[in-house]
């Protein structure tokens, strides 16, 4: 049986599927027992999620202006 | 011969276009106000080295590689802060239990997402430009923008194993980060941001 602090420093890497077999066994037996490491693992979750919904960026006109300028002089040379 | 160039010329900028929210996205991220400039110089060079790309369908990756690197010289010669964090400094914290401890929001029944909700995504970039460039990388390109490990590896020539190692330092570090920051702007206070 793991203890909490090891369980949580694998959370991330539980989701991103990246344990091994074996941690992942021992992750699953823990989180199977303990409700504080499942609400740990939800907030994990949450904070993927979170980081994938701030990945969006306008790109201001007059910077569009500067980069189309730019590959219409790379496509004239 | 004209003909051919012309072709590579168009294919070049059909590429660069398509490609241009996500590479400006990724730049504001890695280099904040220097994004632009980041950006052109990474048109600038993709356009010099197009004929080296073999693989059509791998010129997403191929220009984001060219824009880490232009970003990271624009780091390089920016240095305002040291790469290196001690471990031991991160790796007890855990955001979900700081939240849970201090309790910013008494009167909540979701306190975690309502914490998660005061940020903006102007909030989520001044945090991530707070890291070390070594850490922001890895987990910009993974977390946000959807780069798995070993492409990010191959981004920065590096083992997978040092990416996936920066990437859970540099989680630990942005955790730590958002807390002090929603302290420093006023997030906590009276409820968080409406």
Known sequence: ?77 | MERASDDRKDSFERLAREELPRLYAIARRLVGDYAEDAVQECLLRGFERFEQLDDRDAGPAWLTRILVNCCHDRGRRRARRPQEVEYTEVEEFSLYRKIALEDPFPYSDSLHLDFLAGFGSDDVREVLLRLPDLYRTPLVLVYMYGFAAKEVGGMLDAPLGTVLARLHRGRKLFEKEMWEYAEQVGLLASGGRP
Do not use: K
């Open chain 1, 1 to 77: 049986m793991i203890s909490c602090s090891q369980a949580v420093r694998q959370l991330w890497e539980y989701l991103d599927g990246t344990v091994g077999d074996v941690d992942r066994e021992r992750l699953e037996q823990h989180l199977s027992r303990c409700r504080r490491c499942c609400a740990e693992l939800e907030f994990a979750q949450e904070m993927r999620r979170f980081l994938a919904e701030s990945a969006r960026e306008e790109i201001p006109d007059d910077v569009m202006a500067r980069f189309d300028a730019t590959l219409e002089e790379l496509h004239d040379r």
